[in-house]
Structures are given as C-alpha cells and as structure tokens.
T-cell receptor, first 112, second 113 residues
C-alpha cells in the first residue's frame, strides 16, 4: 500500500513565477491537508480539502490556492512567488473524522 | 500566537539514556496530541499519539505522558539509540477543527554512540 506521494521532490522557480505541487493521498484517505515548513521550523497549516472543497484555511494569502480531484488527489498552487515562499511543502492525508494524519516526503521549493 | 510551545530546542543524549521532550498548549479545545519524527529531507512520520482521557501511553521505547490540568505533555524515549537522532515535533488538534494540526517548533535530538 503506497503512502502519501508528492511530486516533484525538488523545484527551483524564479521570483514572480507560478508553481503547482501535486499530492496523492494514502489509499482510503479522502481528506488532504497542505503544510508549509520553513527551514528549522515546524509545519504551518495552509489549507485542507474534503469532497473537492476547501474546508478550512490557515493564515496564508490568496496567492496560495488548491484543488482536490474526484480521486482525492490534490494540487497546491502558488502565484507570484516570493523569496519567502522557499520551504518544504508537505501534504498530509487522513480518513474523514479521524485524527491520524500521514505525511508525504514533501516538495522542496526554492525561489531565486 | 504560538499555541504549542516545545522545549528544549536541541538535546544531546548518550546511547542508552532517556530523552525527554516537553510541550505545553493553550487551546483547551485540543483533544488529540501526536508526536512526529522527522529525518533530514523527509516528511514527518507519526510516532505516537494520545488523547486527554488517558495520562500515559507507551509504544515500545516511546512513552507520552499527559497532564490535562497543566496543559502539558511530554515524549520520553527510553534506551535512546543513535538511529533515534532526528527532529521531533509535538502537535495538537481538535475534532472541531477537522484535526488541523498545530505544531511546536521542534527539538533536534542527537544521540551519541
């Protein structure tokens, strides 16, 4: 059983560009959450998707948007990239109503 | 507002020793408290978790102690091994928030051989 998979693993973008990160949840999981982890910090909640809708959102600007597909996979989009967006972006999945969240290996985004 | 405070920031332990990491929370609505282990370049891996209806949970060498009145919980790693060297994060969430995780800032554990 594959766990949470994310792609790509590494990405370098130029300031002002747009980026899309992808996540496939663990089998049987229908809730997907995205987190941003800056170097040396704990993960920060960006938003959560369930039934193809954004269910809740953390303190991130509208430049951060997402999508969930019928097969529960998800995308994170970031527009107008800033240097400060450089971080490890983590996807976590869980079954609805369950607390246990399982993380992927993350996408390391570097903005230059 | 940092809702979950974790200490120490770093910890060095000898092989075979006990590693203790502490966390304190503010939001009394939290009802799920997991610990995650993260190796460099990897995502966090769920290690052990506890709910406030019990004061202690043990899984192998890892034990969570929970003090609801003090709003504190801690991770104890018994017989620490060099392979345990990693960053450990405490977190908290509530069903009312659809289990959105709030993380501490992490503790870098080094276990010397």
């Amino acid at each position: 059983d594959a766990g949470v998979t994310q792609s790509p693993t590494h990405l370098i973008k130029t300031r002002g560009q747009q980026v899309t990160l992808r996540c496939s949840p663990k089998s049987g999981h229908d809730t997907v959450s995205w987190y941003q982890q800056a170097l040396g910090q704990g993960p920060q909640f960006i938003f959560q998707y369930y039934e193809e809708e954004e269910r809740q959102r953390g303190n991130f600007p509208d430049r951060f948007s997402g999508h969930q597909f019928p097969n529960y996979s998800s995308e994170l989009n970031v527009n107008a990239l800033l240097l400060g967006d450089s971080a490890l972006y983590l996807c976590a999945s869980s079954p609805t109503g369950f607390a246990e969240a399982f993380f992927g290996q993350g996408t390391r985004l570097t903005v230059v | 507002q940092q809702q979950v405070k974790q200490s120490p920031q770093s910890l060095i332990v000898q092989k075979g020793g006990i590693s203790i990491i502490n966390c304190a929370y503010e939001n009394t609505a939290f009802d799920y408290f997991p610990w995650y282990q993260q190796f460099p370049g990897k995502g966090p891996a769920l290690l052990i978790a506890i709910r406030p209806d019990v004061s202690e949970k043990k899984e192998g060498r890892f034990t969570i102690s929970f003090n609801k009145s003090a709003k504190q919980f801690s991770l104890h790693i018994m017989d620490s091994q060099p392979g345990d060297s990693a960053t450990y994060f405490c977190a908290a969430s509530s069903g009312g928030s659809n289990y959105k995780l709030t993380f501490g800032k992490g503790t870098l554990l080094t276990v010397n051989p």
